[in-house]
């Protein structure tokens, strides 16, 4: 029997993955609105036959939005980018304009309301996507006082674009760079683990909350590169960058299609990814991230050591 009609938006994404299985497992029916339809066919095998839809529908198309919102007792909204593609990709409309037409519809509706932003924004005055994430945190507690907003920290799996695109350079490159010394501190989060948190929050029907989302374990990213390191076999060199050589490299390295770093993701490595003073997390509400970080990274990171999937690593594992 199922239990509730949960819309996920942005649901090919590493934690959609993981929530879509979870929830399916759990006799709740899945509605995946995706861009394109025929991409994310995949999502079909995530789950039994019945219980999820796919829903082909572009985040600007206010009529099918309301529609697929109208249509579900639950929406959770996991849609983000982390670099502007054009005017029309941007900040703006997807971390602030977006959220505030779905919290609107959600509350018109009475439809519950899950939104992912992010973990250390509210420093980051010079981060155009920190300011547009809690212009959308802003916008939906304006709109829909009932809205859980989760916060996470970085969050990582075999599909994100954080651990995968470090290996990438790191089973290449003989030196790689470290901004702000390698310093800023994170605390590292499974997508399995957030999606287990979002289930937890659908199912017990938690309401009117704020939730950062953190891992086990406080990590510098020197420390994670390090790790990531030891995953892979490799020995590289780690230099630190001088402030005014990271920036213009940024600048440099954001013009190509899919940038390795952006200036405004630079700007962000200055501050902290950390639980912030007064917070409640995800251990506060009973429900404790189970993953560290390297014996998370271990089960993917053989791809990128030498040999791959046939590497001594993964016959070990």
Known sequence: MIKKKVLILGSSGQIGKHLIRKLTKNNYKVVCQTRNAHKSVFLKTSGPIGYIDIEEASIFDQKKIEKLINEADVCV???GILYEKNKINSFKNIHAIFPDLISKLCSKNGTALIHLSAL???????SKYAKSKLEGEKFIKKNYDKAVILKPSVVF???DSFTTKFLSMLSIFPIFPLYYNGLTKFTPVHASDVADL????ISKEIISKDIEVIGPEVLTLKEIIEILLSCIGKKRILIPL????????SIFLQRF???LI???????LKYHNIKSENSLTNFDFGYPSKINFKEGVK???YNWRDGGQYSIEKIKN
Do not use: H, M
Request: aromatic share 14%.
């Open 77 to 79: 909204n996991l849609i």
């Open 120 to 126: 250390g924004l509210e420093n980051a005055t010079d």
């Open 198 to 201: 979002i289930y937890n929050i």
């Open 257 to 259: 299609p899919n940038p």
């Open 299 to 301: 089960k993917y990171a």
């Open 157 to 159: 799996s075999v599909s």
């Open 242 to 249: 001088p402030y005014i050589v990271g920036k213009f490299s």
């Open 262 to 268: 952006t200036l405004d993701q630079f700007r962000l």
